[in-house]
């Protein structure tokens, strides 16, 4: 596990979902992170099948993953950027762009009071990968989590997985015990 997180205060509330809505997509030169829309499903699907093998030694969905699951996938992301309060459960999907062609996914989701927390979880197209797209990526959404009233960001990464703890170190992330912190 890792985190991201600023000083943590107590909250009382989180940032209502339309707000941050308002505030996308956000642009890093040639990359962008915006909604996912029901009209990235195809470029999802192709994106996952791509990367499946690379995927399976750290996520059980691709091992299954199909048009139609890429499909309910998105329309579950988006059901929770339609609702108005962000709750545990809510799981806002983000798609990432380089050149305007879909590269990966992202999501925020498991929000928590009274930290103001919330999980980050990814991943790149096998086909995109060693670009610092990642790394872009996150850097951009945990920039936008701090300035949108979350000011902790964690990160669930396989002790296994060393490239995701490098993106995580090079967004500023510190190892302690068994998590990264920012």
């Known amino acids: 596990m890792s985190s991201c997180s600023r000083r943590v205060s107590r ?18 030169n040639d990359l962008a992170i915006d909604v996912i829309r029901q009209s990235d499903v195809a470029a999802l699907y192709k994106a996952a099948c791509r990367s499946r093998k690379e995927l399976v030694e750290w996520m059980q969905w691709p091992r299954t993953f199909s048009i139609n699951m890429a499909g309910k996938h998105v329309a579950k992301r988006l059901r929770s950027w339609s609702s108005r309060e962000l709750i545990y459960t809510s799981l806002l999907g983000f798609a990432i762009r380089c050149r305007g062609e ?36 996150l850097h951009m959404l945990t920039t936008f989590c701090f300035q949108h009233e979350i000011p902790r960001v964690i990160l669930c990464v ?4 060393v490239g995701s703890q490098n993106v995580v170190r090079r967004v500023g992330g510190i190892r302690i015990g068994a998590s990264i912190s920012i």
């Open 11 to 28: 909250r009382t509330s989180l940032p209502d979902s339309r707000r941050l809505l308002n505030a996308l997509p956000i642009h890093w």
């Open 102 to 137: 879909f590269v990966g996914a992202m999501d925020l989701s498991n929000f928590s009071l009274p930290e103001g927390s919330a999980e980050v979880s990814y991943w790149i197209d096998t086909s995109q990968a060693r670009q610092r797209i990642a790394r872009r990526a």
């Open 158 to 161: 396989d002790p296994r997985n």
